[in-house]
């Protein structure tokens, strides 16, 4: 059975840090793309972060670039999403998912299709 937890959420200051980790199990990670997604109340749900398991290529939204990073360890079968620069429009419920595809234009990550996902982790950025 597939299972994907996500952890590393919290609150924080405006212009704080955070890193995200999502550990797999019932598959290997290094097989999939994988990707971060969030979603806020009453918002629609947002593609974040990517990367790719052929050629560890990644890809961020526009709101995100250059403050977050993601990678993946695979000898631990976990995904990571460093958040840095956080700002209160960051808030929401961050998980992590297998990605079926990805439209990226540009570098730019448009959208993602998933396929499995977690329960997801709270981050709040407020003062």
């Known amino acids: 059975q597939v299972q994907l937890v996500e952890s590393g959420g919290g609150l924080v200051q405006p212009g704080g840090s955070l890193r995200l980790s999502c550990l797999a199990s019932g598959l290997t990670l290094d097989y999939y793309d994988i990707g971060w997604f969030r979603q806020a109340p009453g918002k629609a749900r947002e593609a974040v972060a990517y990367?790719?398991?052929?050629?560890?290529?990644?890809a961020y939204a526009n709101f995100v670039k250059g403050r977050f990073t993601i990678s993946r360890d695979n000898a631990k079968n976990t995904v990571y999403l460093q958040m840095n620069s956080l700002k209160p429009e960051d808030t929401a419920v961050y998980y992590c998912a297998t990605v079926v595809e990805a439209v990226v234009v540009i570098r730019t990550l448009k959208s993602m299709e998933y396929k499995d996902w977690g329960r997801g982790t709270q981050v709040t950025v407020s003062s």
């Open positions: 990367i790719s398991t052929s050629d560890g290529k990644t």
